[in-house]
């Protein structure tokens, strides 16, 4: 069973970075040919698919937060990371890791449970 949990603070100070990591268990993020994603999902919002990165390492980011958004991995503790500089309270959101078989998609196979993450001084 493929299991991921997301850490991280759940406070930010606007203009800071937001960084949360994903401990995965039950499944190699090295394994083709699966994509780990970072999704949220603001207060009254839809889900957003923020980014992934694929078992090979290559990285694929949303168009709207491109700009502020970095995903890496750690293979040796099967981790995967995501960091969005600049925040801003419209930053506020549940965070969640996934595991999918394609990029750019909101249903993937595996979720974590999310993690609220705050945007406030």
């Known amino acids: 069973q493929v299991q991921l949990q997301e850490s991280g603070p759940g406070l930010v100070k606007p203009s800071q970075t937001l960084s949360l990591t994903c401990t995965v268990s039950?499944?190699?993020?090295?394994?083709?040919?699966?994509?780990w994603s970072w999704i949220r999902q603001s207060p009254g919002k839809g889900l957003e698919w923020l980014g992934a990165?694929?078992?090979?390492?290559?990285?694929y980011y949303g168009p709207s937060l491109k700009s502020r958004t970095s995903i890496a991995r750690d293979t040796s503790k099967n981790q995967f990371t995501l960091q969005l500089s600049s925040v801003t309270p419209e930053d506020t959101a549940v965070y969640y890791c996934?595991?999918?078989?394609?990029?750019?998609?909101?249903?993937?196979?595996?979720w974590g449970q999310g993690t609220q993450v705050t945007v406030s001084s």
């Open positions: 996934a595991r999918d078989r394609a990029v750019f998609t909101t249903t993937p196979e595996y």
């Open positions: 039950g499944a190699s993020i090295t394994t083709a040919f699966y994509y």
């Open positions: 990165i694929a078992y090979s390492g290559s990285t």
